[in-house]
C-alpha cells in the first residue's frame, strides 16, 4: 500500500477507532492485561500486530500470484517523465512533480547558495533555533500567491493538517470533512477531540444537510476539502462552499496538495480556477512536495491565524524549522510556476489530451475532470497489480492503488502527469493499458482472495 494514500474505508474507521480510543483512555495509563504481565510475546513481539498479520497475508498471496510489489522501487536518478530503474528507461507517471521544476536549473542554484550559507539543518525549531531569511521570504511569497496577510511553513505536509486540524479544533467543535480527504486531515481532526463528520465525497447538498443538524450544536465548525482530490482527479465547488461556510458561520479550510500549479490558467490553485477572492476561504493548506518540489506544508490566512499557529501549534513550535534549503528552493519553484505559465498550459493540455484518449479508448476514469491526477478505475485490486506489473514490463512505471485505500471493486493505476511528458508518452501507456487488460481474464477479476478486494 502506498505510504502517502489517504486510507478510506474500513482500514480508515479502524485507524479511527484506534486513535479514538488511545486518546480518551490514555495510552500509558491502560490496565495491562494479565498476559502482558507474563512475558506472552503475543504482547511484544511486532508482528502480531493486526495490520501487520493482514499486510504478511497479502503479501504471500502476492508471491503465489507471482505479483512483484509495486512499491518502494528504487530509482536511480531524478525522476520525471521518464526515470531509470535497474538500468532501464522508463515512461514515469508516478510522481507529483507537476510542473517539471525538480532538479530546474535555478532551484538547484537556489539549494546550493542556501546550504552554502545555512549548512543543511536549522538543528532547533525556529523558535529555539531562530530564522533564517529564507523561510521568510517563502512564507512572504505564498501569502502574496494567496493575497492574504501571512503564512506559516511546516517540515511536512502530512504534519501540517494534523498539527493545525487539531490545534484549530476542540472539544466543543465540529469539524466536517468530505469522506475522501487525505488521511494526515482525518488523524488531525481525531485529535482534535472535537466531534467529526464527513458528508458524502463533492455532494455539497449532504454538507448542507449535516450544517443544519448540527451547527447549533458547536461553537466553532471547521469544513475540510481538498482543492483537486489526490486519488479521484476531481475539486469541488469552491464558490458554493464559501457560500455555505458563510451561511454557517463556519471555518473553510482548502487543502491545494494537489491544486497548486495544477488548476487555474497560472496554476493558482482553487481560487483562481474558480475566479474566487482567496481572502474568503479562512485557511488555505498546502504541501511543498508536489509543483514546488520540495518537502514541506504551508498555511496562508490572517495574520492572526499564522500568529496562533506559531506559538501553538505543536507541529511548529515543537519541530525542527525547515531546512533553509528546503525553503530557498521552493520559493524559487514558486517563482518560475508564476513567470512560466505555459509550463501550466502544457500539463493542461497532457491532461485534457489523457482523458480524450482514455475516454475514446474505453478506460473508466471514475469521477475524474482531466488533471495531473487522472486515475483508470480497474476494479479488483489483483487486476490493478497484474496491469502494474504488465506495463513496467513494457517500460511503463504507474503504481496501483488498492482497497482499502480507495473502496473495494474501485482499485486503480493512478496516473500522475506533468507538463513534462509528451502525448506520444501518454498515448504509448494508454495503449499498453488497453492491451494489458484484455490480457486478464474474466476468472481471475472474480477471484476472491483475501486481502485483496
Ligand atoms: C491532499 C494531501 N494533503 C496532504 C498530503 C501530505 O503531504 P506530504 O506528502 O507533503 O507530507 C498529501 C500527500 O500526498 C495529500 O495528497
Known amino acids: 500500500m502506498s505510504k502517502n494514500s489517504p486510507l478510506g474505508g ?95 536549473p535555478e532551484v538547484v542554484e537556489a539549494a ?62 465540529l469539524v466536517v470533512s468530505d469522506a475522501v480527504v487525505h488521511n494526515s486531515a482525518v488523524v488531525g481532526s481525531v485529535l482534535s477531540g472535537a466531534s467529526r463528520r464527513s458528508f458524502v465525497h463533492n455532494d455539497l447538498d449532504n454538507l448542507e444537510q449535516v450544517l443544519a443538524a448540527n451547527r447549533g450544536k458547536y461553537e466553532r465548525v471547521l469544513i475540510v476539502v481538498e482543492g483537486l482530490y489526490g486519488m479521484d482527479g476531481d475539486f469541488p465547488d469552491l464558490p458554493r462552499l464559501i457560500d455555505i461556510k458563510n451561511r454557517y458561520n463556519a471555518w473553510l479550510m ?66 525542527v524549522g525547515m531546512p533553509p534549503l528546503i525553503a530557498a528552493s521552493a520559493t524559487k519553484s514558486l517563482e518560475i510556476m508564476h513567470r512560466e505559465p505555459e509550463r501550466v498550459a502544457t500539463l493542461h493540455r497532457n491532461a485534457a489530451h489523457f482523458r480524450k484518449v482514455a475516454k475514446e479508448k474505453g478506460l473508466d476514469i471514475g469521477s475524474s475532470v482531466g488533471t495531473a491526477v487522472s486515475p483508470v478505475v480497474v476494479g479488483d485490486s489483483i487486476s490493478a497489480v497484474i496491469l502494474s506489473q504488465q506495463l513496467f514490463k513494457r517500460g511503463i512505471n504507474v503504481q496501483p492503488v488498492l482497497y482499502p485505500a480507495v473502496p473495494a471493486k474501485s482499485s486503480r493505476l493512478r496516473f500522475f502527469l506533468t507538463a513534462m511528458h509528451t502525448e506520444a508518452q501518454i498515448d504509448t501507456a494508454i495503449e499498453a493499458l488497453v492491451e494489458e487488460r484484455a490480457n486478464i481474464p474474466e476468472s481471475m477479476r472474480s477471484m476472491k482472495i483475501p486481502g485483496y478486494a
Not at 525522476?79 to 521544476?101: H, M
Not at 542556501?114 to 521570504?137: F, K, L, P, Q
Not at 488548476?263 to 498546502?286: C, I, K, N, T, Y
Open 112 to 173: 546550493k547558495t542556501a546550504i552554502d550559507r545555512y549548512g543543511i539543518s536549522c538543528s532547533a525549531s525556529r523558535i529555539v533555533a531562530g530564522e533564517r531569511i529564507a523561510h521568510r521570504e517563502l512564507e512572504r511569497a505564498l501569502a502574496a500567491h494567496y493575497s492574504v496577510d501571512d503564512a506559516v511553513v511546516f517540515v511536512g505536509g502530512y504534519i501540517t493538517n494534523v498539527s493545525v486540524i487539531s490545534s484549530l479544533a476542540g472539544a466543543k467543535d
Open 254 to 319: 482548502v487543502d491545494e496538495a494537489h491544486a497548486l500549479g495544477v488548476l487555474g490558467s497560472r496554476g493558482g490553485g482553487s481560487a483562481e480556477h474558480f475566479g474566487v477572492d482567496p481572502r474568503q476561504v479562512d485557511v488555505w493548506m498546502g504541501t511543498l512536495s508536489k509543483t514546488l518540489s520540495g518537502c514541506g506544508g504551508y498555511i496562508a490566512g490572517s495574520s492572526t491565524l499564522v500568529d496562533y499557529l506559531k506559538c501553538l501549534s505543536g507541529g511548529f513550535v515543537y519541530s
Open 10 to 104: 474500513e482500514a480508515r474507521e479502524r485507524l479511527l477507532s484506534r486513535v479514538d480510543t488511545m486518546r480518551k483512555s490514555g495510552v500509558a495509563a491502560q490496565p495491562v492485561r494479565p498476559a502482558a504481565a507474563t512475558g506472552d510475546k503475543r504482547f511484544t513481539d511486532f508482528s502480531t500486530l493486526p495490520g501487520y498479520e493482514e499486510l504478511r497475508v497479502q503479501r504471500s498471496i502476492g508471491d503465489k500470484f507471482g505479483l512483484e510489489n509495486p512499491y518502494f522501487r528504487m530509482h536511480d536518478a531524478r525522476a520525471g517523465a521518464t526515470t531509470e530503474i535497474d538500468g532501464r528507461t522508463l515512461i514515469n507517471f508516478s510522481c507529483y512533480d507537476y510542473l517539471g521544476l525538480n532538479g530546474h
